[in-house]
């Protein structure tokens, strides 16, 4: 990790009409690093990761990526930047196959690729996730975990600059779990540079240098995993004050 700040978000609010999803929502995501971004359910995280990533435009406030803003581009065009993603319920291609799936993030995204070149990346990128196997499969024919390593996998193919991970290891099992925080160790000791949205704490305390916690929109806390999971606010806002 470093002190320099590769996504800069300031001031960002979203409404939707009478409803304010994030208010005034300000950081930094510094290069190399794994940013924690926590909270009760409902308040705010997704849909800040839809504006980071071009899924929404903020009502104000701006998002830089290495100083050059992005607030408010399409997604396909910040994709193409370098921010990747996964979403919190999975979105995959569902007429083309495991490994046409994956590639498509190489076509489409960052860094963009063709070919022998390609073919051969994205069979070691399926390889990592422990679904070379199923290389040719009908993505349909797959189960709700092993789409998400495809769509894991696929965000890699575009060999982003920025990693949105949004709740990616959600309804894993134990050993799958355990499987799950080996690799994003792995990408975090490559020195890829993540956004985590998740409600595993042990993934949060183990992964991540940082935390920016959410509540009702707004941000309550900042700082590393331990401090903020200790912080009385963030208690409060996780089992309401009658429990804090």
């Known amino acids: ?66 100083d050059r803003e992005i607030s408010g581009h399409p997604a396909n065009r910040i994709s193409k930047k370098g921010i990747a993603r996964t979403f919190q319920l999975v979105r995959i291609l569902p007429s083309l196959t495991v490994l046409e799936n994956v590639a498509a993030g190489g076509v489409f995204g960052h860094r963009r690729q063709w070919g022998r070149r390609l073919g051969k990346y994205v069979r070691e990128l399926l390889e990592r996730v422990g679904l070379e196997h199923v290389k040719d499969a009908p993505i349909s024919s797959l189960n709700y975990i092993d789409q998400k390593r495809v769509e894991l996998a696929r965000a890699l193919a575009a060999d982003p600059i920025i990693l949105l991970l949004d709740e990616w290891l959600a309804g894993l099992n134990p050993t799958e779990l355990k499987t799950g925080i080996a690799l994003i160790e792995e990408l975090r ?43 009385p606010q963030v208690i409060q806002a996780y089992l309401g004050e009658s429990d804090a």
């Open 1 to 66: 990790m470093t002190n320099k700040a590769a996504l800069t978000v300031r001031n960002i609010t979203k409404n939707f009409g009478g409803i304010r999803a994030v208010f005034d929502m300000s950081f930094d995501l510094r290069e190399h690093e794994v940013l924690g971004l926590i909270g009760p359910n409902g308040s705010g995280k997704t849909t800040m990761m839809n504006l980071i990533s071009g899924a929404l435009k903020p009502t104000s406030g701006e998002i830089s990526l290495y």
């Open 189 to 231: 000791a490559e020195g890829r540079t993540i956004i985590i949205v998740e409600h595993v704490m042990d993934a949060i305390r183990s992964l991540c240098d940082r935390c920016v916690v959410m509540n009702s929109g707004a941000k309550i806390a900042e700082g590393s995993p331990n401090n903020v999971l200790e912080d």
